[in-house]
């Protein structure tokens, strides 16, 4: 077990470095307002939802920004997880709400989260709106938010069961690439931003996640 006073100390650390990433990603965007922003990996598993989740909440903590925080993974969702919700609407009741019947409050004052579905894995119900559904509700968003933060699916391996990151890159402000450093393969990385540069992506950066220890669970 990790002592707690080192545990305390690495997340204050993480805190500093997302508040720290968070002004970069202001200035790459020209502190553009509203903005919308996508958070994507080349892999799975490389803590893209975890840092969706961080950024979202460092952006309303600030007090400069009203924040959405938008669950477009509905290959694997996990954004909710980190604010202790549950998903309560069905993909039929997304597909014919409009974004302000369906966000809920996240716990922080000045963030609104949209879950992904609870029937998530039965994409057959979308309807050929696989990508107009996710174009929608980001404008809906950026109409009625300061600052809107995407997680999507990883863009690799590609899944007909989720919604095409690549897509929907090209329709925010700017695209942040989450990595898993020492783990993720350059080459699958380079792949990956030139995909999503070829569809029209604003890539404002990389972020490294560091590996950590196993430690127990």
């Known amino acids: 077990m990790m002592p707690i006073e080192k545990r305390r100390r690495q997340a204050l650390e993480q805190i500093a470095e997302v508040k ?3 002004c970069a990603t202001e200035y790459a965007l020209n502190n553009k307002a509203p903005a919308t922003l ?4 080349a892999a799975q598993g490389e803590g893209k939802s975890l840092f969706a989740a961080a950024l979202a909440a460092a952006a309303a903590q600030s007090g400069k920004f009203r924040v959405a925080a938008l669950d477009l993974n509905w ?8 604010f202790a919700l549950e998903q309560t609407h069905s993909s039929q009741e997304i597909g014919d709400a409009a974004l302000g019947a369906l966000v809920c409050p996240s716990g922080e004052d ?5 879950t992904a579905p609870y029937d998530y894995a039965d994409q057959s119900r979308l309807h050929g709106q696989a990508f107009t559904l996710p174009e929608r509700l980001i404008k809906q968003a950026r109409d009625a938010y300061d600052l809107v933060v995407i997680d999507s ?5 590609t899944n007909r069961m989720m919604m095409d990151p690549v897509m929907l890159s090209g329709v925010v402000d700017g695209v942040v690439m989450v990595i898993m450093t020492g783990a993720t393969p350059r080459q699958q990385v380079r792949k990956a931003q030139k995909i999503m540069e070829t569809a029209g992506a604003n890539i404002l950066g990389v972020v490294g996640n560091q590996r950590q220890a196993a430690t127990g669970r």
């Open 38 to 41: 996508l958070v994507t990996s």
């Open 20 to 22: 720290r990433i968070l």
């Open 75 to 82: 290959y694997r969702p996990a954004l909710h997880r980190f």
């Open 110 to 114: 000045a963030l609104d989260l949209l």
């Open 153 to 157: 699916a990883a863009v690799f391996p």
